[in-house]
């Protein structure tokens, strides 16, 4: 959808508008609207735009848009059109003449009828339960209303009737002066952005001048009173005697020229609304084609004229064309013209404005201070703050800084608190944040991540992410540099199809992105594969609202949340690896997209199952919205069986599906016998094979979850293995004892020993104080830092110690004893330090083979999901 950007009217666009439209809207400059053509094979328009005289290789299609205002509405500009969709007889016959036409109907009154559609209409507008008649007032705007005489008169109605305002839309937009003295009166009114139909279905009676709303009021048998005078003296390019708001204005309704007459009348059509139906009914007849199905009888009419199957534009019709096209582009000419006279006088008013905006620009003493905290590296200095004094200096270093940097600063201060648990403060920083609408554009991704700890505020932030989607689209097209960012933060929002469209149109116009980012959204795309289908939906479930767009059946329809059946219902995330495919992408995604596309789209295809979307934008937290069935990704919590947590696992190519979370976060590193129950009465050489197996693939085959360099570790002597960890890995929280104590440990333990210690550090750390700690444990000689394959420094090991890394895992398929010092998915086969020995030396370590046996076939029965099969199997599982 293109809106031709005039002036600063996109700003006056409500956001739901642009986001929910169902489609991308695009804002195209309005200097730039003839480069459309040939861009698509059909535009339709409702009204005339600039340069449609230029339009040549695209057909257009217009729509009617009202019945009101007839000198304007079948004005000669028709003639450009390709083909009219018209509500009627009446249209038809007066636009015939200068173009093709087809009868569709009203569009938007499709389901008008429908029952409930009443009361849905009132409970939205607070109307449930009240009593009084309700008035609907509609003015039109400009010379034609007649608004400022029947104002007061018609507010005067509301201590007997409940009155509802609905404002012309260019009122809102350019009548200034009109649109201050109804809110000097503070009235509530509806404006621009507010759907008349919903309106219409909510009041009793309408009340309108010369708008085009009076024919949408009877074409929704609604009794209307016209509030007319001095009709004579406004006729001249809008209103003429044969206008159907002034010919036929004894067949709509009473015609009131006196505001002390008002109060009268309504009583009177209150008391017997039918006085005028039947000739309402004649009218409408002679206006509409009725019976519904006018979307899609003009639906099907554009794609007949994209087909090139329309009804053919006839000789007569080009030949008013032609000479339209050329009479409006003489009215240019003589505009530049006059331009150009005036140009003098512009020039020397530009330079006044100039002189006036720099004087104004004047920097004060609050400005320069303001540049300067945007160029200060905030968050490094916060973490000096907190280094330094602790976490709480930090805060009120940020909460300093939040005054002259308020997104910035306060970005970092929700980050702050977030992970230092301070959940009140936290929840009081966002709120303050998403208060400031498209302004966090710049923070949308950390904003994004955080605000999974807050549900709470889950309506706040879909309004500020609804604002900054809109004012994405709105600054799209202004420059090729707001293009790329634009596209770019159509990804980081994962709006996906905003993306994807601004893409194909920017191509046919001639704006380009540079290829990394379209390979990456080609890339978001394909790992979505069938999934795609449900990131707007799930882009509308995070909304707080009471209807879910959830799926049944692989059909898409809408429940309200207290209706879900919760037995049956499975809230299904779309995780970061998705949407990945930048900077932070990495080898293991490749395995959760498999797994998750599987499972998901086998859940999609079950009948029995109402599927909602849902976006996970942290790594680690996401909140269902119902009590359902929930599974999301790297997640953790208490014991529950309606949720799944899905992880990829130690062994690549696996992921594990457990009630609890993952690693040592599983359920069965509490509950022992689980792994016990799942073993018993399995046939030993079934446990062998299973192990083998593995063994095979992991050991033989050298396959690792990380790439491995093809360095060989080679020791003259015998070793034991320490492998290392990330220390911010949600996993070191685990630990009974931690890393580099543990490290510490071993290294002075086999010091002066025949036994040498070996170390790998974890390719994803970038800790200062482990690399200093190992630089200082190689200089003394306690221990061997290397980087050779994970298997290599397995296969001559003695032992291998960690606090609960993978490589533990992988060191009991090398079938080596394992000592680890943290809870771990595999601890059921360790030996566990809860607290450090004097010397590792003497401890008791074996490799306990029974239960290494039986763990390997809790994990791969039980607890790891990697065959697609075996997925589709979980999947397609009755809910128990």
Excluded at 105 to 112: L, V
Excluded at 216 to 223: G, S, V, W, Y
């Amino acid at each position: 959808m293109i809106v031709e950007a005039r002036g600063n009217h996109p700003r006056a666009f409500d956001d739901a508008l642009l986001t929910e439209a169902g489609v991308p809207v695009f804002f195209w400059p309005r200097g730039r609207m003839k480069e459309l053509d040939g861009v698509f094979d059909v535009l339709v328009c409702q009204t005339v735009f600039t340069h449609i005289e230029a339009i040549q290789k695209s057909k257009i299609a217009m729509v009617q848009y009202g019945l009101a205002k007839e000198p304007h509405n079948y004005g000669d500009w028709r003639a450009f059109a390709d083909l009219c969709l018209v509500y009627g007889p009446y249209s038809a016959e007066r636009i015939a003449p200068l173009c093709p036409v087809k009868q569709v109907g009203h569009p938007r009154f499709d389901g008008f009828f429908e029952p409930g559609r009443r009361e849905a209409a009132r409970r939205k507008l607070g109307l449930e339960g009240e009593t009084r008649p309700t008035l609907l007032y509609v003015p039109t705007w400009g010379d034609l209303s007649t608004q400022d005489q029947f104002l007061d008169a018609v507010l005067a109605l509301s201590d007997e009737y409940t009155v509802l305002l609905k404002l012309h839309h260019n009122t809102t937009l350019v009548e200034r002066g009109r649109r201050a003295r109804v809110e000097a009166r503070h009235v509530q009114y509806f404006g621009a952005n507010d759907d008349l139909v919903e309106l219409l279905a909510a009041s009793d009676v309408v009340l309108s001048d010369y708008s085009g709303a009076i024919f949408d009021a009877l074409l929704a048998r609604k009794p209307v009173v016209l509030l007319q005078s001095e009709s004579e003296s406004r006729f001249g390019e809008k209103l003429d005697e044969d206008s159907l708001e002034y010919a036929a204005r004894h067949r709509i309704g009473p015609v009131i020229d006196d505001p002390d007459a008002l109060r009268g009348a309504i009583a009177e059509i209150v008391r017997d609304p039918s006085r005028f139906a039947e000739e309402n009914d004649a009218l409408v007849r002679e206006l509409y084609v009725e019976g519904g199905s006018a979307v899609r009888r003009s639906a099907a009419a554009l794609r007949a004229l994209a087909d090139g199957k329309g009804p053919k534009v006839q000789k007569r019709h080009l030949t008013m064309r032609k000479r339209v096209r050329a009479e409006r582009r003489a009215s240019i000419r003589a505009k530049v013209v006059a331009l150009d006279q005036r140009k003098p006088l512009e020039r020397l008013w530009a330079r006044f404005r100039k002189r006036v905006r720099q004087l104004v620009k004047r920097p004060s003493l609050k400005a320069r201070f303001k540049r300067y905290v945007e160029r200060l590296p905030i968050k490094r200095l916060a973490t000096r703050v907190r280094d330094a004094f602790g976490p709480r200096a930090a805060q009120r270093f940020l909460r300093f800084m939040s005054r002259a940097a308020p997104q910035r600063a306060g970005t970092w201060k929700l980050d702050l608190e977030t992970r230092q648990g301070w959940f009140d403060d936290g929840r009081e920083t966002l709120a303050v944040l998403l208060s400031s609408g498209s302004s966090l554009m710049p923070h949308l991704a950390p904003i994004q991540r955080l605000s999974a700890f807050y549900p709470e505020l889950r309506g706040e932030l879909a309004t500020a992410r609804r604002a900054i989607r809109a004012q994405n689209l709105r600054r799209a097209f202004g420059s090729p540099a707001s293009f790329v960012a634009a596209v770019k933060k159509a990804i980081e929002g994962r709006w996906i199809g905003d993306a994807r469209a601004l893409v194909n149109f920017g191509r046919r116009v001639g704006f380009t992105v540079p290829k990394n980012v379209t390979k990456r959204l080609v890339a978001i795309e394909r790992s979505l594969g069938p999934l795609r289908k449900l990131v707007a939906p799930a882009q509308a479930n995070e909304d707080s609202g009471p209807i879910l767009q959830c799926f049944r059946g692989g059909k898409r329809i809408a429940i309200a949340e207290d209706e879900l059946p919760l037995d049956t219902t499975v809230e299904i995330f779309l995780p970061t690896p998705f949407f990945a495919f930048d900077e932070t992408e990495k080898a293991i995604y490749g395995v959760v997209r498999e797994n998750l596309r599987s499972f998901y789209e086998a859940l999609l295809s079950r009948e029995d199952l109402t599927i909602v979307p849902r976006l996970q934008f942290n790594w680690r937290h996401a909140v269902p919205r119902t009590r359902a069935w929930a599974v999301s990704y790297h997640t953790r919590g208490d014991y529950e069986p309606k949720r799944i947590h899905v992880q990829e696992s130690t062994l690549f190519g696996h992921c594990s599906f457990d009630h609890q979370g993952y690693a040592g976060f599983a359920a069965h590193v509490d509950r022992p016998e689980l792994v016990e129950e799942a073993a018993r009465g399995v046939p030993l050489e079934t446990l062998e094979q299973n192990f083998a197996e593995l063994k095979t693939r992991y050991v033989v085959e050298g396959i690792s979850k990380y790439a491995q360099s093809a360095e060989v570790f080679e020791c003259d002597g015998p070793y034991v293995f320490v492998a290392l960890q990330v220390t911010t890995d949600e996993v070191a929280q685990l630990a009974f004892v931690d890393m580099l104590s543990l490290l510490e440990a071993v290294a002075r333990s086999y010091a002066g020993s025949g036994t040498k210690v070996v170390v790998k550090r974890h390719p994803y750390c970038t800790s200062p104080k482990v690399a200093d700690t190992l630089a200082r444990f190689e200089a003394e000689g306690l221990a061997i830092i290397s980087n050779a394959s994970i298997h290599s420094l397995i296969r001559g090991a003695e032992r291998v110690y960690t606090v609960n890394s993978g490589v533990g895992l992988e060191s009991l398929l090398h079938e080596k004893p394992v000592v680890v010092s943290g809870k771990c998915e595999y601890m059921y086969a360790t030996t566990v330090l809860r607290d450090l020995p004097e010397d590792l030396r003497t401890l008791d370590a074996p490799f306990q083979r029974d239960r290494v046996l039986a763990l390997f076939w809790y994990l791969r029965s039980r607890l790891w999901v990697a065959p697609l099969e075996a997925i589709t199997a979980r999947a397609a599982a009755p809910v128990d």
